[in-house]
């Protein structure tokens, strides 16, 4: 059913809002991409068996006129916990279920759906403390969300839960209540920075494509993401479709715009699933396409898949795949605000900024700048992955530290002692205990101060066991892969750098080699095309600033004291520890171990391939890796 007037939205609102509370209980499984992966899609299809087993009267969407005791069953997006998936929460108590199986259902829907009280064995536990609720949880209740507010919350694939939940207020109170100037300056006095990597001012890059003369104007999401470690996105994409939408005609509306692209990487495909079935509906709706609420604003959206090229995540290599050519970053200026996609004024933002837009619009400018720090207003998604207990997606407000987000949110360093952490992946830098930077707080401007970014929003956190240098040469290869090569100083000065850490990390390096590294890594920063080739370099000048002993360690001493480099390493059995079982040797792929029972095996080096086969089988742990 078309929705004509903002009179009928606020009323159909406020009928699908009262048809949630009407609802007796709702099973939110996360269809989150983590826990689909996990099976969580089977224990939703287990859920819908078993309910209408009992006899119980099930819903699958959202209706305006439910019976009083419907039980709703629906996928949200991702709850962010991902270590803990695959995860359900029970609605209206907020309970959040960890590590669920199929196995589980049947206990679930007796107690909790039927009995009314939680399943104790399958909430979150912390030592001997018991959290029963989501919010309660520590890794939820220390962060603050925005962006991500729908995501685990409502069902991924309903346009009734999210007009539910206020969804599409923001584009009546554009349109009928607004001028253009006027959602610009809101977006300018919030200070909405892009949450794609360069912090650009949202309200400035609107403003700039507004006063264009062209009467053709383009609005492009990047959904591109292509940083290892990085789903915020998709997340976003995938869990609150509507949200990124709502965002983009709103720009629309802003900019005098009436077209709208998302850039989605085809590794994506629930995520476009979801946009296109959020599309469809915001159509039907009359809230997307011609004449949206009888406004006289058209405006379309179309989704477009990338082929997974990272370059493609760089504003005119991400125009120019839209328009049918190679990926290929341009010289600039003309910026893409005045010659944009197929030459036109675009405003291209990335997905978490959409997000942010219909929030400032209905609560306001004061709301927003409650959050985060002067100039760094709002907050900020990351991935939070590695070396870290609670691994998952999390939002908290800019300004946030290090310290907060990885032993408050995260639980902790896993595995052995914080050393460092590498924010914005290939593009950013690395952040350490030995420079204090566990205090430094997360924003545009304190990072750039030290070498580092924000990027997207991945934090991969490292112990003290793993080796700077072989990360170094790991996000290299990365970058090297991806360059696009039109530009040399990208093309081969990142070879290079690649063939010099190749050498390093393989006992080949010597100390003229990390002056090299250097002096490539600064030409590259200040000659190549484009901003992803800029920053090709600043995991490798960072860990050069703050790790510079490692490197020379491995040129000078021919040693990798976090044992990774293999070239650099070898296996000895401890005498005192070895009980003579034989399973290392009968482990070991080449026969490099040999001894007899009840007595010390040794370890030929010259045949030993250091798989690490021995380490795993050795129950006594005598094999050290010296």
């Not at 199986?101 to 039927?114: G, Y």
């Not at 062209?214 to 976003?236: L, Q, T």
């Not at 197929?342 to 837009?357: A, I, M, Q, R």
Request: proline residues 3%.
């Amino acid at each position: 059913m078309r929705i004509n007037t903002r009179e009928e939205l606020k009323d159909i609102s406020s009928k699908y809002k009262a048809a949630l509370v009407r609802q007796r209980k709702q099973i939110l499984v996360c269809a989150g991409t983590g826990c689909v992966a996990g099976g969580s899609l089977n224990i939703y299809r287990r859920f819908k068996e078993i309910i209408k087993e009992k006899g119980l009267e099930v819903t699958l969407e959202l209706k305006e006129e439910p019976h009083d005791n419907t039980i709703g069953l629906k996928k949200s997006g991702c709850h962010g916990f991902c270590e803990m998936g695959p995860l359900i929460r029970i609605e209206p108590e907020g309970w959040l279920y960890i590590k669920v199986s199929i196995d589980d259902c049947e206990e679930i829907i007796e107690k909790s759906i039927i009995g009314n009280e939680v399943v104790t064995g399958l909430s979150y536990k912390d030592g001997d403390k018991l959290y029963s609720k989501q919010d309660d949880i520590p890794f939820y209740k220390k962060q603050t969300r925005v962006a991500l507010n729908n995501c685990g919350h409502i069902n991924a694939e309903s346009i009734e839960e999210y007009l539910a939940e206020g969804g599409y207020s923001a584009t009546a109170k554009a349109l009928f209540d607004m001028t253009s100037e006027e959602i610009i300056n809101e977006m300018s006095e919030a200070h909405l920075r892009g949450r794609g990597g360069g912090g650009f001012p949202t309200g400035k890059k609107w403003a700039q494509v507004l006063k264009q003369t062209e009467s053709e104007k383009y609005i492009v999401c990047n959904g591109d993401e292509g940083d290892p470690g990085a789903f915020m996105d998709r997340s976003m994409m995938e869990g609150n479709p509507h949200g990124v939408i709502e965002g983009m005609v709103i720009a629309g509306i802003a900019t005098k715009a009436h077209n709208g692209y998302i850039y989605v990487r085809a590794e994506y495909p629930l995520a476009v699933k979801r946009l296109r079935i959020a599309i469809e509906q915001a159509m039907e709706k009359g809230l997307l396409g011609d004449n949206i609420l009888n406004s006289g604003f058209d405006f379309h959206i179309q989704i477009n898949q990338g082929a997974g090229a990272f370059v493609c995540g760089e504003g005119s290599a991400l125009t120019a795949s839209i328009e049918g050519n190679r990926g290929m970053p341009r010289v600039k200026p003309p910026r893409t605000v005045e010659q944009g996609l197929f030459g036109k004024p675009t405003v291209l933002n990335n997905v978490e900024t959409f997000c942010n837009v219909s929030p400032i619009i209905n609560k306001g400018v004061h709301w927003y700048k409650t959050m985060g720090t002067e100039n760094n207003y709002g907050t900020k998604a990351f991935a939070l992955t590695g070396n870290v207990n609670n691994t998952g997606l999390i939002e908290v407000p800019m300004g946030t530290t290090l310290r907060k987000i990885i032993f408050d949110i995260g639980g902790g360093v896993k595995g052995g002692e914080f050393k460092a952490v590498q924010i914005g992946g290939p593009s950013g830098g690395c952040l350490c205990l030995r420079e204090n930077h566990l205090d430094l707080t997360l924003d545009f401007d304190s990072l750039k101060k030290v070498g580092a970014m924000i990027g997207s929003g991945g934090l991969v956190v490292m112990n003290d066991k793993n080796c700077m240098v072989e990360m170094a040469r790991f996000f290299m290869n990365f970058t090297q892969n991806e360059s696009c090569g039109k530009c040399i100083p990208c093309r081969e000065g990142t070879r290079r750098m690649l063939e010099i850490l190749n050498d390093i990390v393989e006992g080949k390096g010597t100390l003229e080699d990390i002056d090299t590294l250097e002096e490539l890594a600064e030409t590259i920063s200040d000659t190549a095309l484009c901003g992803l080739g800029k920053s090709a370099a600043f995991p490798v000048r960072s860990t050069l600033r703050y790790f510079r002993d490692e490197y020379i360690e491995h040129v000078v001493d021919k040693k990798c004291s976090g044992g990774v480099c293999k070239s650099l390493i070898s296996y000895e059995i401890d005498k005192e520890k070895c009980r003579g079982c034989s399973k290392c040797s009968k482990g070991c792929p080449v026969e490099a171990i040999t001894g007899e029972i009840r007595k010390t095996y040794v370890i030929d080096k010259s045949k030993c391939i250091k798989c690490g086969n021995c380490i795993e089988s050795c129950v006594f742990k005598a094999i050290r890796v010296i």
